[in-house]
């Protein structure tokens, strides 16, 4: 079975402060994926990677960066954190097919 | 560009059948996945079509109409269980595999 891990379930920061946000998936999956997703809007896409070092921007990379220096780790990063970026992150992995395999989340609170 | 449109709520009774349908717009399509998401968790996937026609898996059926860029995912017997959010999500064409994800369907089934 894929596994797809992330390092927090529920995270308070300040505002202002840098926040990491590590995922891990173990089926050497080449694409990873972080997305948040609010009530209302559903699952928004903030960056992806097809391949070590590479990085895309999604439909929402505003305030964001990204890091994969591994295959199997794909690291989001929040530069200096918001009150509107409180939100429900979502990193996935898919493989060469399209099935997304989703993380458990991590809920954000930025106050 | 690509426009995915799904009820925002729907309710049932244990034991009957549901329909949640999914029409969208694309410039391009390669396919299209529903996943389940309970409340609190990751979405798990459920199907993926990417011909015409019905994918049947247990109690669960999903349906394609790339003509009409419709598809509608099918819950027989219905379980207290089921009560989740339905996301539905496409692949536009052009090579990518990057899914677009509606705004996902909160099904609540009751006794």
């Known amino acids: 079975d894929v596994k797809v891990t992330q390092s927090s379930r529920y995270l308070v920061k300040r505002t202002g402060e840098k926040v990491f946000l590590e995922c891990v998936q173990d089926m050497d999956h080449e694409n990873m994926f972080w997305y948040r997703q609010d009530p209302g809007l559903g699952l928004r896409l903030i960056y992806f990677s097809y391949d070590v070092k590479m990085k895309e921007k999604g439909d929402i990379p505003e305030g964001y960066s990204v890091s994969r220096e591994k295959k199997e780790r794909f690291s989001l990063i929040l530069e200096s954190a918001s009150t509107n970026q409180t939100s429900m992150y979502l990193c996935?992995?898919?493989?060469?097919?399209?099935?997304?395999?989703f993380g458990p989340g991590t809920r954000l609170t930025v106050t | 560009g690509q426009n995915i449109d799904q009820p925002t709520e729907m309710t049932a009774t244990e034991g009957a059948i549901v329909q949640i349908n999914c029409t969208y717009q694309t410039s391009g399509f390669n396919g299209l996945f529903w996943y389940q998401q309970h409340a609190g968790e990751a979405p798990t996937f459920l199907s993926y079509n990417v011909l015409d026609g019905l994918e049947e898996k247990g109690r669960f059926s999903s349906f394609l109409s790339r003509s009409k860029g419709y598809s509608y995912l099918l819950l027989k017997e219905l379980q207290m269980k089921d009560s989740a959010s339905y996301l539905c999500a496409v692949i536009i064409g052009g090579g990518s595999y990057i899914p677009t994800f509606g705004r996902g369907t909160s099904l609540i089934v009751h006794p």
């Open positions: 996935a992995s898919s493989g060469q097919g399209f099935e997304q395999y």
